[in-house]
């Protein structure tokens, strides 16, 4: 009796590890392989840039003012398949894509509680000389989990002012 009831509870939870933890890479579409983590450093310099002939520019913002623990999250992105960079508490990154369709998606590398929402993605069409912000925004609430990363695009002029009150990042793969 007891064996039945250990293998019908490990039958059941087992779609739920899934979900939490896939093999290979997370689960959406933009993200990168689940193993790459990234050091982060941040400063406060902003660095100003077009965007290359041809291409399109894509900001990376991680806004934190919904966070109400400590440590907070280091976020990483994926564009396409592959992590392009990480950002840490109120931090932002740019990179150059090619015009077209892009899907994207932020995870959080580091454990923040069972039950949270660690990945969000999303999908948009970039335009060469187009320059596109897009916010993870981190949540969470002391008296009311779980835990979640919401992701969506902002307009240049909400970005804009976050950024000037965020830091910039710099990031690498952890050997």
């Not at 293998?7 to 059941?12: C, G, N, Q, W």
């Not at 902002?154 to 950024?163: I, K, W």
Request: charged letters at 20%.
């Amino acid at each position: 009796m007891k064996a039945c009831l250990i293998a019908l509870l490990l039958v059941s939870a087992r779609p739920a590890f899934a979900q939490e933890q896939p093999a290979g890479s997370a689960a959406a579409p933009g993200c990168g392989p689940a193993k790459i983590e990234f050091d982060v450093k941040t400063e406060k310099q902003h660095p100003v840039t077009q965007p290359a002939p041809g291409k399109a520019l894509v900001y990376f913002l991680q806004d934190d003012a919904r966070f109400e623990s400590r440590p907070r999250p280091t976020t990483r992105f994926g564009l396409d398949g592959a992590w392009v960079g990480a950002t840490q508490s109120n931090s932002y990154f740019y990179v150059s894509v090619d015009p077209g369709e892009h899907h994207v998606c932020a995870n959080w590398q580091n454990f923040v509680g069972f039950g949270t929402r660690s990945t969000a993605a999303m999908h948009f069409m970039a335009e060469a000389g187009g320059v596109y912000y897009l916010r993870a925004r981190d949540v969470f609430y002391r008296n009311r989990p779980p835990a979640a990363v919401e992701l969506k695009q902002l307009d240049g002029d909400e970005a804009q002012l976050l950024m000037s009150m965020f830091s910039f990042s710099t990031s690498h793969p952890k050997k």
